[in-house]
Every structure is written in structure tokens, then in C-alpha cells.
């Protein structure tokens, strides 16, 4: 809950510049990372509802005062901190504002040590609020029915964080992953969190279908447009009418048809083949690629407007290899699922086995650790995973990184993965690791890892 500095950030106003120096050089001096303005305009745009810091606002200001700051504060985020500085004669006013919501005042003059108080207690709840925000997420996230974002590395809450910001936004996605990471999955998740759930999520591959029926396929026709069209036909535009379309594999999609896509992005109307009628299109596309379509465009092989359409806002997914954390968490959900498939028990997979699998490098991503799982779970022990001997190799993060490194890289996504298996119990990860308890409290203190975030 810290800015890139680890500092959580203090935004001061007040148009007395004296006051304003004198307390900014007390919070400096304390470790803060103050911002000094001498009026409330533009405050707002600094703030938004995962800003880790509070505000400090003198009441009395000319333009925007402080009463008014703290309820368009409010207004974005509720439980965003506000610490107000009284003049002598503003008491009940102050008293009336924290009853509004203000966290508390403080009146002028003060001392240091009350300012510093008031601060830091404010941070607290900042910081507290912030990570129930978090937790409150990721348990609606995990319990929701239908598709799930599953994961505890950085990468992954980032991203849970940036669904949650535009799942139920009007405008057009492009996602780019390699191939496995779930780009599908993760269309449906987006239509399933937004307004249009209730209406038809549509996907094509745009690889998969022949070049002579695409635009047949997406537009639809109506009888006798060529010689096999027989019967009208609702294209996939159509039929994602108030819904979603997930457009997979988009960089395959033929040149020509690139120029009517980007028609129907810019006017949200299509006309079925053989007909002059235009049909309105109320629907979200969502486009998905594992290829660097602007590299494509340079070389000719995508139209350059269509990218730039497409890209309004973009999510890249991130390789397996890249949060490898989350393996042992994934390897049990996929587990579990081919359990309940297909009737068998889940046998605990070997510490052993589980190293390995934190060190393939997984060119398949997602995917190819589903179809382990689901292997395990039929053959169990038996099971042979078909890289357990192979040399391991670094790629991604790994490139560049020093062999102290890279040996506290493995170290620390070791000691995650037991403490993920024992439920966070000290005695049996130490067991299991063959270390002395005040070793592996000084390696969990080293790298931030809590026992309770596993319990």
C-alpha cells in the first residue's frame, strides 16, 4: 500500500504558505512523502480508490475550501482520510465536518507530535482499508460461479485489479498473451462481470474458420445471397447483439475483412450479405492475439487503423513462467476439478514433484498445466512428468538475473510452495524442508512470507 518509494504519500493543502512549509518540513522529517499545494484545485485528479495516502486541508481556503475538497473526495472514495486544519473560531464547524466523514482535525497552532499522531494513525486505516478492499475481492473473485482469475503473484491481483476496473466499461478490449495463458477464459470473465451477462457471449476463432466462410460466419446472409445460401443465416454480430464477441486468434483474420471490422467498430452497424437493410449492433468486442500485432502492421500483415481501434484498452496476460508462484495454487484447482470429473481421488502430489514442476519452463502456460493435473489425477503416482529430467533452462524474468539470484528466486518459490501445502504450518514446512526453525523464520522474514496468508 506504498508508492514506488515505500512511502505512503501525505497531500497537504493550505494557502497560508507558512503553515504549509513548516508542517510539509515535519512530515519530511518523519519519513513521509509529502506533496505541498496552496489550493485545493486539482487535488482530485490525484487521488483515486486505491491511492495508499491521506489528505491534509485547511478549511478556510479562497476557491474551493475544505469542506467542499473533502466531499468531492468522498465522492471518489469514501473512505479515503481527510485531516482538517481549523482556524480558532472553526471548532464546531470541524466537529460538524467529522461528522460528514472528515477522520479528524487538528487546530491551529498545533504541535509536531499531534500532527505526526494523527497522521500516522490515519495511514493505518488507509493501509487497513485498502487491504480489506483486497481481501473482499479476491473472495468474491474466487467464489463467484463461472470463470476465475486464479492466482496470488503480483501479476495476477494486478490484473484482477484491472477487471475489476473495466469489466463493466462500454469499450472495446484487445488481450494479448501467449498461447494457453486462458485468453478465452478470461474474455468470459469479462462478460460474465459486466451488464451484458445476461445476454449471449459469442467467440470465433478467426483461425480456425476457412477464409471463404468468415465473412459469411460473422455477417450472416440472407437466402440466395450466393449459390449455397439457401436459408437466411444470423452472422455472429448479430447474435452478440447486447452481449459480448470474443474475436480469438484476430491477427488471422483475412485483410478484407480487417476493413469491414473496423466499419463495424467505428459505426455499430453491420448488413448481412445480400441485403441493403442495416442492422444496429449494441456489443462489446473483445479481440485476442498471441502476436505482436503492431510488429504485424509494420510488416504488412494487419491494418494499422484496426490496430490502433483495437487497442483502446489492452490486457497482456502473463506466462506461466512468469508467475510461477501460482503453479502449486493452480495445480490444485485443475486437480480438483478432474477429481469431480472424472470420479477419482486426488492423491497429495510429492514435494519433489511439485519442485519440478516450479521449475519447467511451460511453453504451454495454463494449458499444459491443466492437462497435467488432469493426467495426475488418472494415473496418479505412475504419472510421469515428461520434463523431470530435462536441463533446466531461464528465460522471461530469469534472463540476466545472477546465480545468488536466481538461487534466492528458487529458495523463496520453495519455501511458498510448502507453507501453500502445509496450510501454513510452520513445524510441518520445516520438516519437510530439513530446516532449523530459526532458519526458516529468517528466510520467511527475508523474502515477506507470512503464515498466516496461507492458513
Known sequence: MTDQQGVCPV????????????????????????ELMSSAEGVLGRIHEAWPGVIITDINMPGMDGLELMRSIHAKD?????????????????VNAIRQGAYDFIEKPFASE????????????RR????????????????????????????????????AAIADTAADILVMAETGCGKDLLARFIHEHSQRRDKNFVAINCGAVPEALIESELFGHEAGAFTDARNQR???????????????????????LQIRLLRVLEERSIERLGSNKTIDLNLRVIAAT?????????????????????????????????????????????????????????????AERMHSLMLHDWPGNVRE??????????????????????????????????????????????????????????????????LPRK?????????GLDKSQYK
Not at 237 to 246: H, R
Open 11 to 34: 497531500l497537504l493543502i493550505d494557502d497560508e504558505k507558512h503553515i504549509r512549509l513548516a508542517a510539509g518540513q515535519t512530515l519530511e522529517l518523519a519519513g513521509h512523502d509529502v
Open 78 to 94: 469514501p473512505d479515503l482520510p481527510v485531516i482538517l486544519i481549523t482556524g480558532h473560531g472553526d471548532i464546531s464547524m470541524a
Open 114 to 125: 499531534l500532527l505526526l499522531d494523527v497522521v500516522r494513525r490515519a495511514l493505518e486505516k
Open 128 to 163: 487497513l482499508t485498502l487491504e480489506n478492499r483486497q481481501l473482499r475481492f479476491e473472495l468474491e473473485a474466487q467464489s463467484a460461479p463461472g470463470p476465475k482469475i486464479i492466482g496470488k503473484s503480483a501479476q495476477i491481483q494486478q490484473l484482477r485489479r484491472l477487471m
Open 234 to 256: 444470423i452472422g455472429k454480430f448479430e447474435y452478440a447483439n447486447g452481449g459480448t464477441l470474443f474475436l480469438d486468434e484476430i491477427e488471422s483474420m483475412p485483410m478484407s
Open 290 to 350: 498471441k502476436v505482436d500485432l503492431l510488429a504485424l502492421c509494420e510488416q504488412g500483415g494487419f491494418r494499422e487503423d484496426l490496430y490502433y481501434r483495437l487497442n483502446v484498452l489492452r490486457v497482456d496476460i502473463p506466462p506461466l513462467r512468469e508467475r510461477r508462484e501460482d503453479i502449486p495454487l493452480l495445480f490444485q484447482h485443475f486437480a480438483l476439478i478432474a477429481s469431480n470429473q472424472y470420479g477419482r481421488e486426488v492423491m497429495p502430489l510429492p
Open 369 to 434: 498445466l491443466r492437462n497435467l493435473a488432469e493426467r495426475y489425477v488418472l494415473l496418479g503416482e505412475s504419472c510421469t512428468f515428461d520434463f523431470d529430467n530435462r536441463p533446466i533452462t531461464l528465460t522471461g524474468a530469469g534472463l540476466g538475473m545472477t546465480l545468488p539470484e536466481q538461487v534466492e528466486r528458487f529458495e523463496k518459490m520453495l519455501i511458498h510452495t510448502e507453507l501453500g501445502r502445509h496450510g501454513g504450518s510452520i513445524k510441518d514446512t520445516l520438516e519437510s524442508l530439513g
Open 439 to 447: 532458519t526458516l523464520y529468517d528466510k520467511m522474514r527475508k523474502y
